[in-house]
């Protein structure tokens, strides 16, 4: 009986000194999100940054346009109309896509 329990006490101590001495993993968390040891290359983090928050204001609607419609040639104007729309109704209608984005803040 004290044979076995010496052998269960030498395996439980094993494996707490073990997972004390290992490596750190490829996905630590040290209170920000997605950060990773790949340097942001992870899949998590790349979904994460590209779904952040829009502050819900005329302006950043308008930035984010012109920023998403890299490839049009007329998004200056086209983003600039809808943000002069968005300012008068408080309704952001994406140029491109048709969406309606409501209670926008007229800033």
Same mark, same amino acid.
Do not use: E, F
């Given at each position: 009986m004290k044979? +076995?329990?010496?052998?269960?006490?030498? =395996?439980v101590s094993g494996i707490v000194l073990s997972s004390a001495?290992?490596?750190?993993?490829a996905?630590?968390?040290?209170?920000k999100c997605c950060q990773s040891s790949d340097g942001g290359r992870s899949a998590a983090y790349?979904?994460?940054m590209?779904?952040? +928050?829009?502050?819900?204001?005329?302006? =950043?609607y308008a930035a984010s346009c012109i920023r998403d419609s890299a490839d049009r040639s007329d998004k200056v104007q086209m983003?600039?109309?809808a943000k002069a729309q968005c300012m008068k109704t408080g309704v952001h209608v994406g140029p491109?896509?048709?969406?309606h984005y409501a209670g926008m803040t007229r800033i």
């Amino acid at each position: 009986m004290k044979i +076995a329990a010496v052998v269960l006490s030498l =395996a439980v101590s094993g494996i707490v000194l073990s997972s004390a001495l290992a490596p750190a993993s490829a996905s630590k968390m040290n209170g920000k999100c997605c950060q990773s040891s790949d340097g942001g290359r992870s899949a998590a983090y790349r979904w994460h940054m590209s779904h952040r +928050a829009i502050p819900h204001t005329c302006s =950043a609607y308008a930035a984010s346009c012109i920023r998403d419609s890299a490839d049009r040639s007329d998004k200056v104007q086209m983003c600039m109309a809808a943000k002069a729309q968005c300012m008068k109704t408080g309704v952001h209608v994406g140029p491109y896509s048709g969406r309606h984005y409501a209670g926008m803040t007229r800033i």
